[in-house]
């Protein structure tokens, strides 16, 4: 049975991608791939739990990291090829391409797809540490303040300065966090499955 739901639900989480990427390109990318990230934490939470004994706690905390970290490696992508635009020709172009696709909405949409995915830890902590939910939940913030620099207010134009002239520190920060929470998401995982598959015992 868990099988099946499993396979359920990850036709279910593609179809809303594919989907959401054939309506608003790059953007739908990205949203579909939170909503598929946090839709997979609430079907496993109502369905998949019930259905299985309480030795599978781990086991459920490493497939709700593998899909947390699928989106964050997605932005963290975008996020680079934002920081090379900067230097290089053609990373800039693919950029602006992506900029266009969502209608110079790329990082508003990623602001708030991170602040979703970073409130979900902070109400979910047996599956995801709240630590890295704050992390995301800051990275989200600041891609949200970014995508409004170009908005005229005054809340805007007491910080857009500081994003005009340290965009790229701001970017290698950005960077560095969303990094440090897929390494460890990972690494937690790897950690979660060596002691649970008696294979890595035999091993040691």
């Known amino acids: 049975m868990s099988k099946s739901l499993d396979i359920i639900m990850a036709g279910i ?3 809303i991608v594919a989907f959401t990427t054939s309506q608003l390109g790059i953007a739908g990318t990205i949203i579909g791939a939170v909503i598929g990230s946090m839709l997979y934490q609430f079907m496993s939470h109502v369905f998949k739990d019930p259905i299985e004994n309480v030795n599978t706690l781990k086991t459920q905390r490493v497939e709700s990291s593998i899909f947390y970290v699928f989106p964050l490696v997605i932005i963290l992508g975008i996020e680079i090829i934002y920081l090379l635009s900067s230097v290089y020709h053609m990373p800039g172009e693919l950029f602006q391409s992506l900029e266009t696709a969502t209608g110079w909405n790329l990082f508003r949409t990623i602001g708030v797809g991170l602040i979703v995915m970073g409130v979900y830890p902070l109400l979910e902590p047996e599956r995801i540490p709240p630590i890295y939910g704050v992390a995301v939940l ?9 995508g409004f ?33 897929i390494v460890a998401l990972i690494q ?17």
Do not use: R
């Open 13 to 15: 989480i593609s179809g």
């Open 138 to 146: 800051g990275v989200g913030v600041v891609k949200l303040m970014a």
């Open 149 to 181: 620099v170009d908005y005229n207010s005054p809340i805007v134009a007491l910080y857009s300065p500081i994003f005009h002239q340290f965009s790229e520190l701001i970017s290698i920060i950005l960077i560095a966090v969303l990094l440090y929470v």
């Open 188 to 204: 937690d995982s790897v950690n979660i499955s060596s002691k649970e598959d008696p294979s890595f015992k035999e091993i040691e």
